[in-house]
């Protein structure tokens, strides 16, 4: 079965220092890939898809995330982030289906 | 822009209660699903619907069930709340003609069953 691993819970890190936010999705055939941000008492809002085409994908709020199929990887980064980053983040996957599969979502704690 | 709205932000009900969580979009999209949020667990589909009256289970569906009489809203119901039923709740839509599975989210509604 398809799944979405999301290794890290919890991400904290000080303003203006860059992230990482890490995504491995099980599967051998073509996939499309996303990273939703949920804010404080908000619903989910879509950052950046991957459908095919070039491997790095930028997003909305200066995020960007890198399709990589041979490690079955679409890590999220930033290269500085602000205190209005703060929120928790989820990878979906889906493959050819109306479905989205989650992964638990990772908090990210921007201190000043 | 979608809009995707859900009748209440913060519900309470008490145990044994029947719950209405109710769900419209207004972008005529055929499909609409409905999420709950736990701590630890991500989203876990609950129920879909590929169209007006039409819908089929998804991982979680035992204590739930759902109506869509019409398009752009889809319903929720949990037949006799429980305490375990207590989490967020989130609604989505999709237009089935788009080749990327896209979905758009509602603001969620709270569920405190006590």
């Known amino acids: 079965a398809q799944s979405v691993t999301q290794l890290d819970s919890q991400v904290p890190v000080f303003e203006e220092a860059p992230v990482e936010l890490r995504c491995n999705y099980s599967?051998?055939?073509?996939?499309?890939l996303f990273w939703y941000v949920q804010y404080p008492n908000q619903g989910l809002q879509l950052l950046l898809k991957?459908?095919?085409?070039?491997?790095l994908v930028k997003g909305i709020n200066g995020f960007e995330a890198e399709f990589n199929k041979s490690q079955t990887s679409f890590h999220l980064r930033k290269p500085s982030v602000h205190i209005s980053d703060t929120a928790e983040y989820f990878c979906?996957?889906?493959?050819?289906?109306?479905?989205?599969?989650f992964g638990t979502g990772t908090r990210l704690q921007v201190f000043p | 822009d979608v809009k995707v709205t859900q009748s209440s932000r913060y519900l309470v009900k008490r145990t044994g209660e029947k719950v209405f969580l109710e769900c419209v979009q207004d972008m005529d999209h055929e499909n609409m699903f409905w999420y709950r949020q736990d701590p630890g667990l991500g989203l876990r589909l609950i129920y879909f619907s590929y169209d007006v009256k039409m819908k089929e289970k998804g991982d979680i569906p035992e204590g739930y069930s759902v109506s869509r009489e019409k398009k752009e809203r889809f319903s929720l119901i949990l037949e006799s709340a429980s305490t375990n039923q207590t989490s967020m709740y989130l609604c989505?839509?999709?237009?089935?003609?788009?080749?990327?599975?896209?979905?758009?989210f509602g603001p969620g509604t709270r569920l405190t069953v006590l």
């Open positions: 599967s051998s055939v073509s996939v499309y």
């Open positions: 991957y459908l095919s085409g070039s491997t």
């Open positions: 979906a996957a889906s493959r050819d289906t109306d479905k989205l599969i």
């Open positions: 989505a839509s999709r237009d089935m003609g788009t080749p990327n599975n896209e979905q758009f």
